[in-house]
């Protein structure tokens, strides 16, 4: 898939605390769907999982009830550093590292997780270090979500918010997105697991409600964004017009709510590729 690393793009300490603060939260089904698989055939007590591009911890705390320990392992140190400073879990520490040499010892890890993160790695090293510190048995799941978009119970202030949305996804920030963010819009369709036991689910859904201040948010999360406002500084609020289309476009909704709080539901597709780690010490 990838020759090498990914470009540094998430070391900006503006975009860690947006990022902590407005990308939506995986569902609980993910957590369930990658213990199940690896339950099939390795047994507790499950001590070490790792969390590889932990970004600011979303997808790290949800594996602190099922492990004795989690640890939470991203290039980015301003990433760490704000993912340190929301940690309440007392088995959840995060330090600093990369997926193409992944800090512990051969075959110490029961799982690795890496959640929206892969397709900034060099996937072969990552893979060749993922079979060396896992255990026999031990997993990795790989996971993510397409693009996340508004849904509202009218179809045609729907249509109109997909329009607004797409024409920022697209049309302004489409150029500004780096080449790898193609493997997320096809689903990690092209992506392999290359362990001998393998397999993909694409069952479950992102779900988020926001309102349009949360929507504008998640979008200034979007490494697009991020590049665009570094090489147009002269545009840098340029989401303002589209933050006040949306919320035109939102509020025959419910006329009698001022148009900022308006909820409405925000949904895409989640994919999870899994791989059993058939290598003995
Ligand atoms: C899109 S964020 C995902 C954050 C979080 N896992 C989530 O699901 O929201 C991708 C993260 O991968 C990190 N990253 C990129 N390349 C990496 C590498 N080679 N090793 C470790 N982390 C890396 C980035 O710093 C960034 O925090």
Redesign the pocket.
Known sequence: MTSG??PRL?EAASHAKLYSKF?PTYPKSVIQKILSFLLEKHSAPLELAVD????SG??SRSLTPHFKQVVG????QV?ISQAQSKSVEENLTYRQG???EIPFSDHSIDLITC???LH??NADKFYKEASRTLKHQGCVAVYGYGVNLPYVPDEGIQTSMHQEYLKIYKDILGPHWDKRRYHVDNLYCNIQVPFRESKRDDSVVMEAVMSVDDMIGYIKTWSSYQTYIRMFPEKSDFLLKHRQKFLEIIQPISPSTPAEEIRFDVRGPIFILLGRNSVRP
């Open positions: 690393a990914g998430f990308r590889i591009g932990c970004g979303q997808s392992l991203d290039v980015s990433q990369s997926a193409e959640a929206q993160s900034w790695f």
